[in-house]
């Protein structure tokens, strides 16, 4: 079923806390707050955007590191202190002329079940709670910040058959086009 859904997919949106990091949130002294992103992560987004994926944040805290990564990553889409997420999803659907059922939201609590019931294919990460993971298609083998948004866009890019291609690009020498 998931397979059918991920096909559809144009946007894949991600929360942050517990989904691109691990859930834990740093502060130190004079208001520093830090986060660790995992590199599949990051180039699992690269891919998916080189595929044609438009790749999109919304998550319900404010962090300079998001911002920072979503610039690093070249994300479009990075909307931060959002309380209902649903309301950036509009917006995003607007700008990009879509429908929801070719969004796909991968999320871990329960302030994502609201944008998880709007979007066509359901995502949750393996530490995800059990309301989230109750009511989605696909729960992925990895916890967040340890690579569950790469294993989400594998996935995807796979039913949409871009996997391969993607794959054998890295086979080939620089001389014969491939990747450096």
């Not at 909307?79 to 700008?95: C, H, S, V």
Request: hydrophobic content about 40%; glycine content about 10%.
């Amino acid at each position: 079923m998931e397979q059918e859904k991920a096909k559809k997919v144009k946007l894949f949106i991600t929360d942050v806390d517990g989904v691109l990091t691990n859930g834990q949130i740093i502060l130190g002294t004079q208001h520093q707050e830090w986060k660790a992103f995992h590199a599949q992560d990051g180039l699992g987004i690269a891919l998916a955007q080189k595929a044609g994926l438009t790749v999109a944040i919304i998550t319900g805290r404010y962090s300079e590191a998001v911002e920072r990564r979503g610039q690093e990553l070249g994300l479009k889409f990075v909307y931060q202190k959002i309380k209902d997420k649903r309301e950036a999803l509009e917006g995003i659907l607007q700008t990009l002329n879509l429908a929801k059922d070719q969004v796909a939201y991968l999320g871990d609590d329960l302030n994502d079940l609201p944008i998880l019931e709007e979007v066509g294919l359901k995502l949750a990460v393996a530490n995800a709670v059990p309301e989230v993971k109750a009511r989605v298609d696909y729960v992925t083998e990895k916890e967040g910040g340890q690579g569950a948004v790469r294993e989400a866009l594998t996935l995807i890019l796979q039913a949409q058959g871009k996997w391969d291609q993607i794959v054998a690009a890295y086979l080939k020498r620089p001389e014969e086009g491939g990747r450096q």
